[in-house]
């Protein structure tokens, strides 16, 4: 599984959605079309409720326009709660276009 962390996002919500597509969206897109791995997921830093729609949209849209491709998108700064979340999603074939915020217990 190909993962790649998203970093430098602004606070507010508008801005950060701007930034991600301006910014990281044409890398997503090339890592899917030149990669091998069956599945990518985005690491991103978690950030207050008001960010959820646009990063789900996003995660969502990678995982249709790359079908049987998947694309999923954690959402901690806890690399423990990653590393299981990845682990997980190797082995999670179904698992697409999903938005999981985790902490140190488990998806929030």
Known sequence: MATL??????????????????????????????????????????????????????????????APRRVNALVSSDQAAIAAALDYLTGAAGVTGQLLALDGTGVV
Do not use: C
């Open 5 to 66: 962390q998203i970093t430098g996002l602004p606070d507010a919500p508008l801005a950060a959605a701007a930034a991600f597509h301006s910014d990281w969206l044409a890398q997503i897109r090339d890592l899917l079309k030149l990669s091998d791995d069956e599945s990518l997921a985005l690491v991103l830093a978690p950030a207050d409720h008001s960010h959820r729609g646009w990063r789900l949209a996003a995660v969502q849209e990678l995982a249709r326009e790359n």
